[in-house]
């Protein structure tokens, strides 16, 4: 087994607390959703595409029912094919997550925006200083550190911190004043979580198939997580995710022999109750898999601990990419699939009707 820290990969996901607690240090809560209460939209649209459009999913399913705009995920990806059904009506404030933010999905949304919505308030997260979403001048940016600029193939620091940085903006039931000690005390967390993590991947072979449930925002999750282990395993591991509820119609028929399944457990006791539910139902109808209920600290609900279980996953796939012999870095090195910014993708002009 090849040393783990000599991928970028490993070093990466332990780098998120130390990422997280200086990011608190220096993010401008306060400004920044004085600013978003100033355009007095209505509706929100948190937009990306891959892993950047989950971090959407999460938040939409996570601050559902809050006060404010009505927050919606409308993925890069749905966005660039189908412009004209998305881009009319009143203006929603567009929030664009990007790890390179230059993907060709990145690039369609904001001509799309300029040719059907060009008075549409634009806020852009990303971690590259030298992307286009770093470069709209139309938008109000926020860079992150140009640590959480993953070199590795999958988003791992780019994925929490852009969440995280979102929950300090969108979770307005958290005072400004408190984000940096929620901020903390998640690095601090994850520091504890982090070996344990690294014990369990090494106690448990590769498995042949993987699934990962939870409820609300942690179904969200399993679907990162999910994504983490198919990327890094360059699809040698199929990977599930589902809701705790959602996962008996039909998906549970995934589950072979040595399927390794995941629950994420939801901090509220009505959800929590599925969730037991399901992980008791898996173990006595699949005595052949092991069906572990992940037991994350979560002092601040499901919402904020998603970094926390999608953790597990980043770990885990690491370390099994590594015993089935792949480049870590770049699974899929030499095959000419996929890149770590998605090529091959013709963007069509729009033109408005």
Request: charged letters at 15%; aromatic letters at 8%.
């Amino acid at each position: 087994m090849t040393e783990l820290s000599t991928f970028a990969t490993w070093r990466e996901i332990h780098a998120q607390p130390a990422i997280w607690r200086a990011w608190g240090e220096s993010l401008d809560v306060s400004g920044i959703r004085a600013w978003i209460a100033s355009l007095d939209v209505a509706e929100v649209w948190f937009c990306g595409a891959g892993s950047s459009a989950f971090i959407g999913d999460i938040l939409a399913a996570g601050l559902e029912g809050f006060p404010g705009p009505r927050l919606r995920a409308v993925a890069t990806t749905d966005l660039v094919a189908r412009p004209h059904a998305h881009l009319r009506g009143a203006p929603k404030l567009i929030v664009s997550f990007g790890r390179s933010g230059n993907s060709a999905e990145s690039l369609g949304t904001l001509a799309a925006l300029d040719s059907l919505a060009h008075d549409w308030p634009r806020l852009n997260i990303t971690c590259n200083a030298a992307s286009a979403l770093a470069g709209d001048s139309k938008a109000k940016v926020i860079l992150l550190p140009n640590a959480t600029h993953d070199v590795g193939f999958a988003m791992t620091s780019s994925f929490s911190t852009m969440l995280l940085t979102a929950l300090a903006l969108f979770d307005t039931g958290c005072p400004p004043k408190a984000i940096l000690g929620r901020l903390v005390t998640l690095s601090t967390e994850l520091e504890t979580l982090l070996p344990s993590f690294h014990a369990a991947a090494l106690t448990m072979p590769h498995p042949a198939r993987a699934v990962f449930v939870g409820s609300g925002p942690l179904a969200f999750a399993a679907r990162e997580s999910a994504l983490k282990v198919m990327e890094l395993s360059a699809g040698q591991i199929p990977a599930l995710w589902d809701s705790s509820l959602g996962f008996r119609h039909g998906p549970k028929s995934f589950v072979q022999p040595g399927t390794a399944i995941w629950v994420f457990p939801s901090s509220a006791a009505h959800t929590r109750v599925y969730d037991d539910d399901l992980t008791a139902e898996l173990r006595q109808q699949f005595p052949q898999s092991v069906v572990t209920a992940v037991p994350v600290p979560q002092p601040f609900g499901d919402l904020w601990s998603v970094p926390l279980y999608v953790a597990l996953a980043q770990v885990l796939a690491v370390v099994w990419s590594d015993a089935l012999g792949l480049a870590v870095d770049d699974p899929f090195a030499g095959q000419g699939t996929l890149s770590r910014v998605v090529s091959g993708v013709k963007l069509h002009p729009v033109v408005p009707v």
